[in-house]
């Protein structure tokens, strides 16, 4: 039975999708923007002939149209004209294109679209969140808020160009004094939370840290400037830089000079002077309830799409009726941005659709039978549902594939720096990790995990990712519990009365893995059989997700099932902690980033390969040169691919979306991955419902 539903959804997605993602797949178009400089834009960011298809659509800019619902509040009297609202030709984003390169269409009016509960934080931010650049699923991206950037020719100057004609959600002008004041009294103060957290805007000077000077040009113009240089994979790519702005007219009296926020001297703010309990009393009087000037500034500059009432560059702004203008109420609604700056090709601005709905339930599976009512236009789905929700809908809904950028799924890792030297030496010898992967039947894994959906496959990039590679997603796969027993002998383990490996010492040897919120319920008494078949004896200690995460901080761990921060993803442009030991994130290398975070003054000291690592990747953002930078990537891959330090046991799984057939320039084959925002790739605010 099993094997016949996995036929069946295999022809179902074969129907439906054909995978091409990340590298080699091209062709994803860069956005028109009339008046930009192209050529200087998309060479700056490594956008390389993806403007061919543009070049095809007629674009009409002779004069704007608006939503209907607008047009009344225009003739009311209680909006300025569309005109009025958003940028001139010279200044406008036209969206032409979908993530895919694909032309998108010109859509119509009204109408909303019903989703699934906002979920965490960042839930309302990922369909409706506008960012400096925006990525196609190629990996290339463009200027998206800014209109254009460039840099002097030895990148210690990066500067950025806005719109003129820009507005706030509230009719306000964009300025480069929303830039000036979001950086000198939000984010140097750490108002924001994030002063340490975005590096893009930070460098080392004399064994010191020190920030970007930023400098007002004009009205539309602002610089960073850096006493080293500031290569794009430090800055634009891999800096985790994701905006640069913040409503100065609407904070101005919610930002406190005192002993935890100091002001910052700059040219172009004076200290507020605001004590921490008047900022509060300010905040309340807007209608925004903080407990503590450090919840204030988080909420207000950081998670700002949650905030209901504050200014927005986004397509979406959050309602301010109550009981619809909370990520927790059972309906929570983001109202178009009337005065939002980008139109279609025909001059139609942006969105389409009046809203979008956030729809909380409460009970497992209720999202499922509110899409099949048709409560719900978009959701997420398992494997095991598609074939039998499209049955069941037939036309009225249609699949959505999403690929990822995980390297392989059910993931386990080791404390490379554990404090028991038995257990390090014991990781730090490949063999083991060898052993570790061929004692596991992968084939009858992915029947009791999969139902037989998900290939056998090692941690790895996933085909069609950069860095794919066969030989590499089967290496050390095939089953053989003998292998398997002579590598850990080999090892030094030696077999106890008790059926077990103890260390050569006599101790004994646990692996005790750690998992966090029940990720591995499932997944751990599978893998806990072949690991004691072949005389591994082990323990699955779960935690609150909290906890994992001070225990893995503390260094006081064995080994990981289900890491929180797993192995790979899309690119070193996607956040290169993943892949290379320079911060405490991911689990697979423990306390060796630490010694990098921390200059040496904490952790373990990395040596072979891991210093490898560290050293490649300090070359991949120390140049400027494309090509270079490429080079440099495909050698932490191979090195990665010569260790395997976490070890996968399945492929990955991509995910997957129903919609409602009526939605239409919801674009196929995207990739899910955190430097492209996850569901922000959609680009919501060209979706529209079919008359």
Same mark, same amino acid.
């Given at each position: ?22 590298? $080699? ?9 009339? +008046? ?25 800019? +002779? ?7 607008? /047009? ?17 030709? @010279? ?18 009016? +009204? ?24 990525? =196609? ?10 209109? &254009? ?13 806005? %719109? ?129 000037? #450090?919840?204030? $500034? ?73 899409? %099949? ?14 074939? /039998?929700?499209?049955?069941?809908? $037939? @036309? ?21 720096? *554990? ?45 069609? =990712? ?48 750690? &998992? ?16 004691? &078949? ?12 909290? &906890? ?5 901080? *503390? ?44 200059? $040496? ?27 270079? %930078? ?10 990665? #691919? ?5 070890? +996968? ?14 939605? #239409? ?7 899910? /991955? ?5 569901? *922000? ?11």
């Amino acid at each position: 039975m099993r094997k016949k539903n996995s036929r069946l959804l295999s022809m179902v997605l074969v129907a439906a999708t054909s995978m091409t993602m990340l590298a $080699g797949c091209g062709g994803a178009a860069t956005p028109i923007e009339s +008046g930009v400089e192209d050529n200087t834009t998309t060479e700056q960011a490594g956008t390389e002939a993806t403007t061919e298809e543009v070049s095809q659509v007629e674009v009409n800019l +002779g004069s704007y149209s608006e939503a209907p619902m607008l /047009a009344e509040q225009v003739a009311a009297g209680t909006l300025p004209a569309v005109e009025e609202r958003i940028p001139d030709a @010279d200044n406008v984003f036209v969206e032409s294109v979908d993530a895919t390169g694909a032309h998108l269409e010109v859509g119509n009016y +009204g109408g909303v679209i019903n989703l699934a509960g906002a979920g965490g934080g960042w839930g309302l931010s990922r369909p409706t969140l506008e960012s400096i650049i925006r990525y =196609n699923t190629d990996g290339s991206y463009y200027p998206n808020v800014i209109k &254009a950037f460039d840099h002097n020719d030895d990148y210690t100057e990066w500067t950025f160009h806005l %719109r003129e004609g820009m507005k706030w959600s509230d009719g306000e002008p964009f300025t480069a004094d929303d830039i000036t004041f979001w950086y000198y009294m939000c984010h140097l103060s750490n108002f924001d939370s994030k002063k340490s957290g975005w590096p893009a805007l930070k460098e080392e000077v004399n064994g010191e840290d020190a920030w970007a000077k930023l400098t007002k040009v004009d009205d539309y113009t602002v610089t960073w400037t850096f006493v080293n240089p500031k290569y794009p994979a430090d800055f634009i790519e891999n800096g985790d830089f994701k905006w640069c702005w913040a409503p100065a007219h609407y904070l101005s009296d919610l930002i406190p000079d005192s002993e935890d926020f100091p002001y910052v001297e700059n040219e172009y703010w004076q200290s507020t002077g605001l004590s921490e309990e008047e900022v509060l009393a300010n905040a309340q009087k807007k209608g925004i309830d903080a407990a503590t000037v #450090k919840d204030l $500034g988080k909420a207000v500059s950081y998670n700002f799409w949650n905030t209901s009432g504050l200014p927005t560059l986004n397509s979406f702004v959050l309602s301010t009726v109550p009981g619809n203008s909370s990520k927790d109420d059972t309906l929570c609604i983001m109202d178009r941005n009337p005065y939002f700056w980008k139109v279609d090709v025909a001059g139609n601005q942006l969105p389409y659709v009046d809203a979008l709905h956030f729809n909380t339930t409460s009970e497992d599976g209720q999202d499922l039978l509110m899409f %099949r009512s048709g409560e719900i236009d978009i959701i997420t789905i398992a494997m095991k549902d598609i074939s /039998a929700t499209l049955g069941d809908l $037939g @036309d009225a809904a249609e699949l959505r594939e999403w690929g990822t950028t995980n390297w392989g799924s059910y993931q386990i890792t080791f404390n490379y720096t *554990n404090t028991d030297e038995n257990y390090a030496t014991l990781f730090a010898n490949p063999d083991f990790r060898e052993a570790m992967s061929i004692c596991v039947d992968r084939s009858q894994v992915s029947e009791l995990l999969s139902d037989g959906f998900l290939e056998p496959g090692q941690a790895a990039p996933a085909e069609g =990712n950069i860095g794919y590679d066969e030989e590499w997603s089967t290496k050390w796969t095939e089953y053989d519990v003998d292998k398997a027993k002579s590598l850990l002998e080999g090892c030094g383990l030696v077999m106890g009365s008790d059926g077990f490996y103890d260390f050569a010492d006599g101790s004994d040897f646990m692996l005790t893995f750690l &998992a966090y919120d029940g990720g591995a319920d499932e997944s751990y008494p599978v893998f806990e059989q072949y690991y004691k &078949a072949v005389g591994i004896n082990c323990a699955l200690k779960n935690l609150e997700v909290a &906890a994992f995460d001070e225990q893995i901080d *503390n260094n006081d761990w064995v080994a990981v099932m289900g890491p929180h921060t797993a192995i790979g993803g899309a690119s070193l442009k996607d956040r290169a902690a993943p892949f290379v030991p320079i911060a405490q994130s991911s689990e697979w290398y423990g306390e060796y980033g630490t010694y990098y975070q921390t200059k $040496g003054a904490q952790g373990v000291e990395p040596t072979g390969d891991m210093a490898k690592l560290v050293e490649i990747y300090d070359k991949w953002r120390s140049t400027s040169d494309e090509a270079e %930078r490429d080079a440099y990537q495909e050698q932490i891959y191979q090195i990665h #691919k010569d260790n395997l330090w976490s070890i +996968g046991y399945l492929k990955a799984e991509n995910s997957y979306e129903l919609i409602n057939s009526k939605i #239409k320039n919801y674009a196929d084959n995207l990739v899910w /991955a955190d430097c492209y925002q996850y569901a *922000n790739m959609t680009h919501y605010e060209v979706l529209f419902k079919a008359e």
